[in-house]
């Protein structure tokens, strides 16, 4: 009874079923959307839709216990349950940042960790929705060569292990020395055909897009809108998190731009169906070495130039030619957004600022809570506002940056927060004369 379909952001005529390989418009090759029947979703009120998330949420009903799929009416109503490739998505923990946010003096400032997820990224939202849509196709007698994608990382980690839960062989770009050991090994480990190429993200996308035209690769990047369509649950997520109330500002780091894309997909949903009538505001946060985004903010998004982006620890966003570009200029203009940046130091700083009261987060986060920092600073976010900040991977999987931070040995980067091992004999009076380093 619910549909959904792809059409063009750009207006064509035209639906196309969900199950094409089609990842830009036949017409005029613009990007894709989703585009939900939404008349249909109006056939159950505001509340009968919160009430059925909220019985659903993290219970174990397959596929619902996954809060992607306990949305399924608003994300791909089409996939059949028993189709659906899910390691339990979302459902991330909404940490209240009390003493960092006090810090810094907000006294309402959560951090929505979806880092704590089955590959330690947020891609995991929206690979789930992806893989299970090709494994329906496949079911329904198509043929599928391969999964594909380009990656700065966390993306292939998480088509890999979608892919080898469904027996979908996939292949993944990424660009060679750019990616850190553990998202290396984690498409290694699902037995995906690693190519590691010497080029940056922006070459791997360039020629992974060939590949989905001519080789008869999937492409199972984020201008594949199936992708958004599990990420923006993430806008649904966290509002359901606050029993429904809509925060004042969310703060999101941008790459590729999908995931802002997403966001506000989500919100626009809720505010449609009669959810939500408030709008967040939000900031995009770029890291200065590959800020396109922020360039054009700041020249009032009249125009959009690429650029080629420079090197930044927060290796994930290092992207200087962003697919969602446009979709992201829409939301942003739809929700009184800014786009801040962050300098190397910057994030370090905050990353490590933050890791110190108890949290333990990616460079990407580092950058949201630098720009986050700065909104502050200038007094564009005050006290009282609630601000949550989307952490996008598992710091975990970035440890190169955080053992490097400790030992004082990023270039450039004066390691302030810096903790070292004090290295002891086995000596009693030793260990105890080191704890004299503590303070109250
Ligand atoms: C992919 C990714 C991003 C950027 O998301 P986009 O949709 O490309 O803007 C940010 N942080 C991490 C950890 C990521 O893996
Ligand atoms: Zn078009």
């Not at 089409?78 to 459902?91: A, L, T």
């Not at 329904?140 to 292939?156: K, Y």
Request: hydrophobic share 45%; net charge neutral; charged share 20%.
């Amino acid at each position: 009874m619910y549909r959904a379909h792809f059409r063009c952001i750009a207006g064509c005529p035209g639906e196309h079923p969900l199950d094409e390989p089609l990842y830009r418009c036949p017409a005029c090759g613009d990007l894709l959307e989703v585009a939900h029947d939404v008349a249909a979703l109006r056939d159950r009120s505001a509340a009968a839709w919160m009430k059925l998330f909220d019985d659903r949420y993290k219970r174990t009903t397959w596929p619902y216990g996954s809060a992607v799929w306990g949305k399924k009416e608003w994300v791909c109503p089409s996939v059949r349950d028993d189709q659906v490739v899910s390691m339990d998505e979302g459902g991330t923990n909404l940490f209240w940042a009390e003493r960092f946010g006090r810090a810094i003096g907000l006294d309402d400032l959560w951090v929505k960790q979806c880092g704590n997820s089955h590959t330690g990224s947020f891609k995991d939202l929206g690979m789930t929705v992806l893989v299970s849509v090709v494994r329906q196709m496949i079911s329904d007698g198509r043929t599928v060569r391969a999964v594909g994608c380009a990656s700065t990382g966390d993306t292939s980690a998480s088509l890999a292990a979608y892919a080898a839960a469904a027996g979908i062989p996939a292949v993944v770009l990424l660009p060679r020395g750019k990616v850190t050991t553990a998202q290396l090994v984690q498409p290694l480990a699902h037995g995906a055909l690693v190519l590691a190429l010497d080029t940056d993200f922006d070459g791997c996308m360039a020629i992974i897009q060939r590949l989905a035209a001519e080789e008869g690769i999937y492409l199972a990047n984020s201008m594949n809108p199936l992708r958004l369509e599990g990420q923006k649950t993430v806008a649904v997520e966290m509002v359901q998190q606050f029993d429904w109330q809509v925060p004042d500002w969310v703060i999101i780091p941008g790459g590729n731009l999908g995931n802002v894309s997403a966001l506000g997909a989500g919100f626009d949903l809720m505010e449609a169906l009669g959810i939500t009538t408030k709008r967040p505001r939000i900031c995009v946060a770029q890291a200065e070495a590959a800020n396109p985004l922020y360039r054009a903010f700041v020249n009032g998004f009249d125009t959009f130039a690429p650029i080629k982006a420079e090197e930044t620890l927060a290796s994930a966003i290092r992207i200087g030619n962003p697919v969602s570009v446009e979709k992201a200029i829409r939301v942003l203009k739809n929700y009184d957004g800014v786009v801040e940046q962050a300098s190397e130091a910057e994030l370090s700083d905050a990353a490590a600022r933050a890791d110190r009261t108890g949290m333990f987060n990616c460079p990407h986060t580092g950058v949201a809570l630098a720009a986050l920092c700065k909104l502050v600073a200038r007094g564009t976010i005050a006290r009282g506002e609630r601000v949550v900040v989307v952490s996008t991977a598992n710091g975990l999987k970035f440890t190169d940056f955080k053992v490097r931070y400790h030992e004082q040995a990023l270039a450039g980067i004066d390691a302030r927060h810096a903790n070292r091992p004090v290295q002891l004999a086995n000596d009693y009076d030793q260990v105890r004369r080191a704890l004299d380093a503590i303070r109250p």
